[in-house]
């Protein structure tokens, strides 16, 4: 009995393991429950070997029901492994305009998955050093638990 209950859970968990995007690269971080202030910048180190293909790159985000808006605003500053750096500045909508939040979740806890780029290229080998810095208009932002960096190859379907 107990045998046949672990094959149950080893088939379970491969098969929600194969069937989850592809990333080549996905970190998130904890954000204190004092919330994500403005001097917190999220770090997050992306190795690139394949400068040939396309890459998305998505903003993973949770948060709680008692997130105040309907969008969160954040700076994006990317380092390329030359040392060049850009910074963006990114409106990502966390809900539609009557209200209901995008994403997925169990309670009152929101999992949403955003495009920061879709179809990127990479033109350097190396590691990439993104971050990750709030600009609302309050700090700290409360009810953000986790913040993380995705990044997956395009592919042509």
């Not at 088939?11 to 080549?24: H, T």
């Not at 985000?61 to 605003?73: A, T």
């Not at 709030?134 to 592919?155: C, F, I, Y």
């Amino acid at each position: 009995m107990r045998r046949s209950y672990y094959l149950w859970i080893l088939v379970l968990a491969l098969c929600f393991a194969s069937c989850g995007p592809d990333y080549i690269f996905e970190d998130n971080q904890q954000i204190s429950t004092d919330g994500w202030s403005y001097d917190q910048k999220l770090r997050f180190e992306v190795p690139i070997e394949d400068t040939t293909s396309q890459y998305n790159v998505f903003l993973n985000l949770r948060h709680s029901n008692d997130y105040d808006y309907n969008n969160i605003w954040v700076w994006v500053y990317t380092t390329f492994p030359s040392g060049k750096q850009l910074k963006n500045r990114v409106d990502l909508p966390l809900a539609e305009v009557s209200g209901k939040w995008h994403g997925t979740g169990i309670g009152d806890i929101k999992a949403v998955e955003l495009f920061l780029q879709e179809r990127a290229r990479f033109p350097e080998k190396g590691t990439y050093i993104f971050e990750i810095e709030q600009n609302m208009r309050v700090s700290p932002l409360t009810e953000v638990m986790d913040v993380g960096l995705a990044v997956d190859t395009w592919k042509d379907e």
